[in-house]
């Protein structure tokens, strides 16, 4: 049974860094491609970072040049290092696995129970 289950969420000021994991189970991690989500209030879920198929990344226009996503293969677990956040980043984030979707969209079949981010101005 795939298990995703994510940590490292908190409270930051603006400006500030938070790094989110994802700790995978169940299943031969490098088989499955992984992407990070969001969720704000009142928003719809949407795509921040994910992996393609070709192993290159993808990320949403507003965490460009901010946010990185890696994995450590050996250790089952994803990564989102989160530098110069904003107010507008405050958000529950979640991660994804799949094993045959990839990218920003929506259709991942495994999905973690999210980490909470809040940043304050």
């Known amino acids: 049974q795939v298990q995703l289950v994510e940590s490292g969420g908190g409270s930051v000021q603006s400006g500030g860094s938070l790094r989110l994991s994802c700790a995978a189970f169940?299943?031969?991690?490098?088989?499955?491609?992984m992407g990070w989500f969001r969720q704000a209030p009142g928003k719809e879920r949407e795509g921040v970072a994910a992996?393609?198929?070709?192993?290159?990344?993808s990320y949403a226009d507003s965490v460009k040049g901010r946010f990185t996503i890696s994995q450590d293969n050996a250790k089952n677990t994803l990564y989102l290092q989160m530098n110069s956040l904003k107010p507008e980043d405050t958000a529950m984030y979640y991660c994804?696995?799949?094993?045959?979707?990839?990218?920003?969209?929506?259709?991942?079949?495994?999905w973690g129970q999210g980490t909470q981010v809040t940043v304050s101005s």
């Open positions: 169940g299943y031969t991690y490098n088989s499955y491609y």
């Open positions: 992996f393609d198929r070709d192993g290159t990344t």
């Open positions: 994804a696995a799949d094993h045959s979707y990839y990218g920003l969209g929506p259709g991942y079949n495994y």
